[in-house]
């Protein structure tokens, strides 16, 4: 039986499934990185390795996921959205297996970072381009719904993982960790293909020669569209200081005297903050008269702000407050980025420019943790990581810009359904700026 061909997105349907298998997705692989300081203590002192060392490990692993994900777009592209991503999940679950059994930092690099960062990806962008796929005017309120799980995981992983390891040991708790990520093989199961006529199919091999197809799976002309390379360029500031309050919000807290449970109700607080906002978030998206690049660029610059008073909190009340205001702000960056990113290259292009856009911001997400660690290692504090972390959002925040229609307060030009028209478009996209 032939799949049912669409003349349009179905705006709902099966698509709240999709988006659903995507929570939970995001939930047990962007959720346990956020959640991931209780392991980070753990690994300082078991492995008696520097900061810089130690944060390699969730380093690489964002890396990982982003510098594979243009393998993964033209993975799914080719063979299909589901069974990629199932093989993602069992990537997933191996990777947190072996490293319970791991004797060295480097080990823990090998099966958490690569393993796991490889099966991210291999579920992240199929399972995000079907949920860009399936969704029209409802688009920006799926996404908030999708990445509402990554803070949900952060309010219940940290407490878990503390009583995790306190119960079983480091090794214990990968182990349990492990068993969790079974679940993302059915999530993969779930990724039911979209075909939608007028969004255009990938030619097959007969209509253009193999370089073109390749060319076209991994979505390489968009590196000529100007837009995409600047909201690009914005992405990468933003993922140097993206996972820096991720990985030591923590080992902040602790370092500034705070008991174990009190630090992780810290990053609990966060993800209470995270969802709330990503409630509220979804609701302005989908009313303001702001255009989504202008919402994007504020609640970046919010954020970014927000990152720079941390280290003048000092009382755990106020390190508290601080730290909701830091998990309310940031909570919209993500939705919007793949939404705007939506608006800026059009939903046929979208899987291509989610391997491309996540490549393109794995140097920033690679560089950060350790960086931040450095700085911390060489002024024996964690308040000059932060510093830098809101100076990399800034700055990412004021990148937007350069886009070309930024300041006309009109929203980002899609490509056209029909073919003659996507052509043209394609050609003034692709044109200087």
């Excluded at 203590?41 to 994900?69: D, G, H, K, R």
């Excluded at 979804?282 to 720079?308: D, E, M």
């Excluded at 909190?313 to 793949?338: E, K, Q, T």
């Excluded at 291509?352 to 350790?370: D, E, H, K, R, T």
Aim: hydrophobic share 50%; aromatic share 12%; net charge neutral.
């Amino acid at each position: 039986m032939s799949p049912q061909i669409y003349s349009e997105p179905p705006d709902g349907g099966w698509g709240w499934m999709i988006a659903l298998a995507a929570f939970i997705q995001l939930a047990l692989s962007f959720g346990v990185v956020r959640s991931f300081g209780v392991f980070f203590v753990e690994f300082l002192t078991y492995f008696e390795e520097p900061s810089s060392a130690t944060s390699w490990v969730s380093s690489i692993t964002v890396a990982v996921l982003m510098f594979s994900s243009p393998l993964a777009s033209a993975l799914g592209t080719q063979y299909g959205e589901r069974p990629v991503a199932m093989v993602g999940g069992v990537f997933s679950t191996c990777g947190y297996l072996l490293a319970s059994f791991a004797t060295s930092l480097v080990q823990l690099c090998l099966f958490i970072g690569v393993l796991t960062g490889l099966g991210g990806a291999l579920l992240y962008s199929p399972s995000m381009s079907l949920v860009t796929r399936y969704f029209n005017r409802r688009r920006a309120l799926a996404h908030f719904v999708v990445f509402s799980g990554a803070g949900m995981a952060s309010l219940a992983f940290p407490p878990l993982f503390q009583f995790l390891v306190d119960s079983y040991g480091w090794r214990g708790g990968l182990l349990v960790l492990s068993g969790i990520s079974s679940h993302l093989v059915v999530c993969g199961a779930l990724l039911r293909p979209l075909n939608v006529a007028a969004t255009g199919a990938v030619p097959s091999p007969e209509e253009e020669s193999r370089g073109k197809r390749l060319a076209s799976l991994l979505g390489l002309k968009l590196l000529r569209h100007w837009d995409f390379m600047v909201f690009s360029g914005a992405g990468f500031l933003m993922a140097l200081g993206y996972f820096i309050p991720i990985a030591h919000l923590l080992p902040h807290a602790r370092e500034t005297g705070f008991d174990e449970y009190q630090a992780a109700f810290l990053v609990s607080a966060v993800g209470v903050a995270d969802i709330v906002g990503r409630i509220l978030g979804g609701w302005l998206a989908s009313c303001t008269s702001l255009t989504l690049i202008h919402q994007l660029t504020l609640w970046t610059l919010l954020t970014g702000i927000s990152l720079l008073v941390i280290p003048l909190a000092r009382s755990y009340g106020v390190m508290l407050a601080v730290s909701i205001c830091y998990g309310f702000l940031g909570s919209s960056i993500l939705p919007l980025r793949f939404s705007s990113l939506a608006d800026i290259v059009g939903p046929d292009k979208i899987m291509g420019a989610i391997g491309l856009l996540q490549v393109m911001a794995s140097s920033g997400a690679l560089a950060g943790p350790p960086f931040s660690g450095w700085i911390r290692d060489v002024t024996g504090s964690y308040d000059a990581s932060f510093f830098t972390s809101g100076s990399f959002f800034i700055a990412g925040s004021l990148t937007h810009f350069l886009l070309r229609d930024f300041f006309s307060c009109r929203h980002p030009r899609i490509a056209p359904k029909h073919p003659e028209g996507r052509q043209a478009e394609e050609m003034q996209d692709l044109s200087p700026a």
